[in-house]
């Protein structure tokens, strides 16, 4: 079965899966967090619900702990993070989201990078996007912390794919 017969399959079982949004970020809020209101509005806009949201610091136990508690308490479908990268020293979402992968998705971040060149050019490759599944299925997506990237990791990546994801790990 391929690619398209599954997709037809997921379309008739039309279902929310159910996400967390966390930001990476040392400066932003609740108010400032653009990129977290923008995962917000194109997560509820494709039907999914929020089921968690929180802001941490660029730290590597901030984040850790973070991911622990959202995937002890939480049932969640996938973890959408953004912030933390690139590769300032004090990005360091990609190192501390890895630990927790039994699989990588190494074609998100491939063709994260492969669509941002044709908007941004040269410095796509400076993006350490990264994406896996925990041993318990949950999908976890790291993007980086700009407005763009989040819009052009949801719309073309992700939400077009989160439904097949989702009903691929139930199988």
Avoid: C
């Avoid at 925990?134 to 939400?159: D, H, W, Y």
């Amino acid at each position: 079965m391929g690619h398209q017969d599954h997709k037809s399959l997921v379309n008739e079982e039309v279902f929310s899966a159910p996400i967390a949004v966390l930001t990476v970020s040392d400066t932003r809020t609740f108010e400032t967090d653009e990129s977290g209101k923008l995962m917000h509005e194109l997560i509820t806009k494709a039907g999914h619900s929020i089921h968690y949201y929180k802001i941490v610091p660029d730290s590597r136990l901030a984040i850790k702990r973070a991911i622990e508690g959202i995937l002890k308490k939480s049932n969640v479908s996938a973890i959408l993070i953004t912030g933390g990268s690139g590769v300032s020293k004090r990005d360091l979402t990609p190192e501390s989201v890895s630990t927790f992968f039994n699989r990588e998705i190494p074609g998100f971040g491939e063709i994260f990078r492969a669509l941002s060149y044709t908007e941004i050019g040269s410095a796509s490759m400076l993006s350490r996007a990264v994406a896996g599944q925990t041993r318990n299925g949950t999908f976890i997506f790291v993007l980086p912390g700009s407005t763009s990237a989040v819009r052009l990791a949801l719309e073309r990546l992700i939400l077009p794919e989160l439904r097949h994801l989702v009903w691929e790990r139930t199988k």
